[in-house]
């Protein structure tokens, strides 16, 4: 494909961190931009250079963030059009299918600074089985786009991608990107291939990657029982034969998630030669489910250009497992060809997701390091963007909203285990726990957005306790608040510290189901009211056979009477579970949907629901009182 035939506009526009004061779009183009000039309702704005930071990811591509910064910039609960003009190729968004709703010529959003509805989600699998639910929430905005109707935020609350689990159609299609864009390659040390365009995307090639270039320790790991061969994975995700590894592939990855119009520009085979019987079928699966998800892009596109779209990661955003233990760690940061690979997710979640949500946290360290490297790719600029974003401490982030919005990093910061490196990290560590209790002092009622559910459901929690102990953490994915002795006790401790506040919304996702708890803690009157909100995932579900079993006995012997809760670390807390749609004996909904909060003016959840992608909705209705 010649790059004449592309579009300008390869992906966006994004509607980032926006509030009172601030407005950030992202997008990319596959032509240089000239000079801006941005419209936002009645007012015109000539973009200065510090107001537009340009990225070129390859010969025909570059990432645009607008960012303005200026007191007053925008009128609270009213409706605000935007339009983006550049001095060469004219409106950049004008020819774009769909991108304003019927009846509107330009999109718009509303700056709503007092949060009274919420969409959030997580676990966005492009080839699951599942519907995506973004296409749904889309449908639901264009059916009320009234400014008491509309959503204050969409929040992402982690696993926007799949680095460790790539569809084989998927990573051909990454292959012809690359290509297609003229994406950066890259040489590699310590791995079984010279360099990046040592790489086959051939469909012969796929479904190899743990096998033939995703790099082992050189060390022996052990279990309980026995000692493991010498040469175990450092990728330990089970769906790794795709594992993502080039920087060039995390940015095609990124793009073909978000754009439509790349998907029109590959052309996928569905019958391939060369592939056992097992991935063939594999491949037809996988080649339907992605052409079912590439048809509700536009509809994903327009939501996310109509609402202020926020980002946390989650393990599978870099690898599955990430940072899960210490001797993991040891590993993988230790080998050359693993580290860069972890690096390049990172490169690739600052572009596409951290710098939209904090522009001004990345602009002393990270932004003219991206800058450097960009400008003039090579190996040394790149491991030293890699060495800096693996130090970087300031993934999480604040909004200045009412209730305040306090997003949680549950990946860099871990509590490692002292006894034991092969036990499970801590979610967070003693000085990162106190800089979040610091954010919570003197609120009355705050938002948190925690990747994993600090309430989880307490069977499988106890499932993966007993894992570790047998040195299968790794196997069970066994990171919870509740697996490390120190985060979880200082966690408890915030929640029934006197000056925290009265009332907590906590949003989490991971876990690939969804519930809802009410939590009080014991033996006090008052005291602060707790939600636990989860809702995942986007497009994922859990194993629809096993999760009903989990539901029901984790009732049997977790319920909210049970003499064993006085046996766990939460036992100063009163858990009750909310059914959903009022059945009698469910607690956990299993499938995909996005996550519906509606909150009253003191804070507390008056609607939460989650909308699925057929449009039916589940709700979590307060428990009886007893």
Known sequence: MMPAALPLVLAGPTLRHCDQDNFTLWFVSSKAMNELTLTLGEHTLVLEPEQCHQVQLGTHAWQYLVQVNQDALLQADAVIGYELQDSQHGALFSN????????????????????????????????????????????????????????????MSGDQVYVDDIAGPMIFAIGEVIKLLGLPQETFTDASLAGSEAISYHPAALYQRHKNLLPNTQYPATGAFRRWYINHPIFTSSMAENHIVTLGEIIALYLLTWSPELWDQVEIPKDVAGLSAANKTRWENQWVHLLEFKTGLTQVRRLMAHLPTYMIFDDHDVTDDWNLTAKWEEAAYGHAFSKRIIGNALIGYALFQGLGNAPKKFQAEITPLIDSYFSQPDDEKQNQLIDELLRFEHWHYTLNTSPKLVVLDTRTNRWRSESDLAKPSGLMDWEALMEFQQELVGQENVIIVSAAPMFGVKLIETVQRTATMFGGSLLVDAENWMAHPGTANTLLSIFQHRKTPEQFVILSGDVHYSFAYDVRIRFRRGGPKIYQITCSGIKNQFPEKLLPIFDKLNGWLYGHFSPLNFFTKRKRMFIRGRRPNGERSKRLMNQSGIGLVHLAENGAPTKIAVLHSDMSETHFDPPRKK
């Open 96 to 155: 774009i299918e769909q991108l304003h709703y019927p009846e509107r010529t330009r999109p718009e959003f509303i700056i709503k600074p007092k949060v009274e509805n919420i969409l959030h989600g997580s676990c966005r699998n492009p080839h699951h089985h599942s519907g995506d639910a973004l296409v749904a929430a889309d449908t639901r905005l264009s059916q009320d786009l009234s400014i008491e109707a509309r959503p204050s935020l969409l929040m």
